[in-house]
């Protein structure tokens, strides 16, 4: 096809095509179709290209990575460069707001404050036992939290007032959908026009993880979703979120989204299928 996709990532990403990433499936599927995929740490060192794939892990992108990918003639995710959680979870909560029910804090920044790890330049910051010291320390001195130990708390009352200072957390109404005696959770994935969207049952209030035994594919999505992703740019990624009373409740976006499910699952081979398709607009517009 003579098109050739310059993925961005951050230095911590150098193994990004032998990954679990969605990415991965992607670029393995239209390399067989003719497409050239180039791997860039470095925007002093990026390739030439015909689209950029700005695949940063991270919360918010540095301006020299936006920078970057302005640069190709196409671009993907090139207008996502924030999904800090208070910007984009909804019924978050003020210190001296009304609200009297239970309460979760989350860290502002995605995954527990740990996806930021990537980006350091200095290798020994990025190494698995760095980041195993780190967890060990107080949130309140590194601003991270186990994403599957997100604290609840029964009101606003029982939150820690140093938590309201700090920026790097955020407060959330907690409002967990149900499904019968579990709790869910909603995840849509997007790529282009192209889309995968399916409800998770757990035991545990926090659904997170990759291991979904009970699931079940969705077809209709709240309007409010789409509008959320047109406001961030964002043409490929996820968002977390819930229906609750009635209500759209948005828990968490990314950018850069790992393939749910066990290696080789139903529900990770149908994910991948309908995402993969999604590259074929952008190598269109790389064409031309």
């Not at 990403?13 to 067989?32: C, K, M, N, Q």
């Not at 950029?52 to 970057?68: F, M, N």
């Not at 009970?214 to 979703?225: F, I, K």
Request: net charge positive; proline share 8%.
């Amino acid at each position: 096809m003579g098109v050739t996709v310059v993925v961005i990532t951050a230095p911590g990403h150098p193994t990004l095509f032998r990954s679990g990433y969605v990415i991965r499936h992607v670029a393995d599927y239209w390399r067989e179709r003719g497409v050239r995929f180039e791997l860039t740490t470095n925007p002093a060192l990026a390739p030439p290209g015909d689209i950029a794939w700005q695949h940063l892990d991270v919360t918010s992108v540095s301006p020299r990575y936006q920078a970057l990918a302005a640069r190709y003639p196409v671009v993907i995710n090139g207008g996502a460069s924030d999904v800090h959680k208070h910007g984009t979870a909804t019924h978050l909560v003020a210190k001296n707001d009304s609200w009297a029910g239970p309460v979760i804090v989350k860290t502002d920044q995605n995954y527990g404050g740990r996806t930021e790890d990537w980006g350091y330049r200095w290798a020994p910051m990025r190494h698995p036992r760095f980041h195993a010291l780190r967890d060990r320390l107080p949130p309140r001195l590194t601003g991270r939290i186990d994403p599957g130990s997100y604290p609840i708390y029964a009101s606003p009352a029982g939150v820690p007032r140093w938590i309201w200072r700090d920026r790097r957390f955020v407060v959330q109404r907690f409002l967990p959908e149900r499904a019968g005696d579990s709790y869910a959770i909603r995840r849509w994935f997007f790529f282009g026009d192209c889309e995968y969207a399916y409800l998770a049952r757990s035991p545990s209030p926090i659904v997170i993880g990759d291991d979904h035994p009970a699931w079940e594919r969705l077809t209709d999505l709240p309007e409010g979703l789409r509008t959320l992703r047109a406001a961030l740019g964002l043409d490929f990624g996820k968002i977390d979120y819930g229906e609750v009373r009635g209500e759209l409740v948005v828990y968490d976006v990314n950018p850069a989204v790992s393939a749910d499910g066990p290696a080789s699952s139903v529900l990770q081979r149908e994910m991948v299928a309908a995402l993969i398709p999604g590259l074929a607009a952008f190598i269109d517009r790389g064409r031309r």
